[in-house]
């Protein structure tokens, strides 16, 4: 993560989440469930610093906003950025890979029909491939009918040919961890969704050579 400190506190950022934040809350602001509905229960699966938590919660002060990561370190990040907005839940450490979500601390009511949404940004092509399978058996399990998940990053999208600088990128990552890389929607996310019953509705271009994939629980 391009992470530097901000402030006096315990809040980091990353300059790919401060880029981000608008085009991801265009798209997430129109897939979360209308303000009079209720309150919308979300789970951000690997918050990283915390800011998109802070933004996207301030916006929306009816959702409840369950941030998570699978480093601990980050916590006091998460928690500092959003200290003050009282739609954000603490965060807590998630393994999205263990499952049920539910078992793991501060968690217990993140169960099967609970979520409104799931969230992830910037993490599948990072993690191994068991991280992706965990997080879409995950929110198959975990949503609602009716409930999305979105995620958001660099893929490889069927019929839109992927730009230079992401096979470049591919090709940096997979050099760091063989179990990294850009993952085909076609050929691997799809699968996993099928598997999960989740339909993908959109895969919306954004800047950067990045895409927002929405997956809709049937």
């Known amino acids: 993560m391009d992470t530097?400190?901000?402030?006096?506190?315990?809040?980091?950022?990353?300059?790919?989440?401060?880029?981000?934040?608008?085009?991801?809350?265009?798209?997430?602001?129109?897939?979360?469930?209308?303000?009079?509905?209720?309150?919308?229960?979300?789970?951000?699966?690997?918050?990283?610093?915390?800011?998109?938590?802070?933004?996207?919660?301030?916006r929306r002060p009816d959702i409840v906003y369950q941030p998570t990561e699978y480093s601990a370190e980050l916590l006091p990040s998460i928690a500092a950025w959003s200290k003050e907005i009282s739609s954000v839940r603490n965060p807590v450490v998630l393994d999205v890979a263990a499952r049920p979500w539910s078992a793991s601390n501060g968690l217990a009511d993140i169960v099967p029909?609970?979520?409104?949404?799931?969230?992830?940004?910037?993490?599948?092509?990072i993690s191994p491939f068991t991280v992706c399978e965990g997080l879409f058996a995950g929110a198959g399990e975990t949503l609602k009918a009716g409930g999305a998940?979105?995620?958001?990053?660099?893929?490889?999208?069927?019929?839109?040919?992927?730009?230079?600088?992401?096979?470049?990128?591919?090709?940096?990552?997979?050099?760091?961890?063989?179990?990294?890389?850009?993952?085909?929607?076609e050929t691997e996310l799809k699968p996993l969704a099928d598997a999960a019953g989740l339909v993908l509705e959109e895969a919306i271009a954004m800047p950067a050579n990045n895409f927002t994939l929405v997956w809709r629980k049937a």
């Open 149 to 185: 998940m979105v995620m958001y990053g660099p893929f490889v999208v069927d019929g839109v040919e992927t730009a230079a600088s992401n096979l470049k990128f591919d090709a940096t990552l997979r050099e760091r961890d063989a179990s990294w890389g850009l993952r085909s929607v």
């Open 113 to 125: 029909g609970a979520l409104d949404i799931v969230l992830n940004v910037n993490m599948v092509h």
């Open 4 to 58: 530097h400190v901000r402030g006096s506190d315990a809040r980091v950022t990353a300059k790919s989440a401060e880029r981000n934040a608008e085009p991801i809350w265009a798209v997430l602001e129109r897939v979360l469930p209308p303000a009079h509905t209720g309150a919308p229960l979300l789970l951000e699966i690997a918050s990283g610093c915390g800011l998109h938590a802070s933004l996207f919660g301030a």
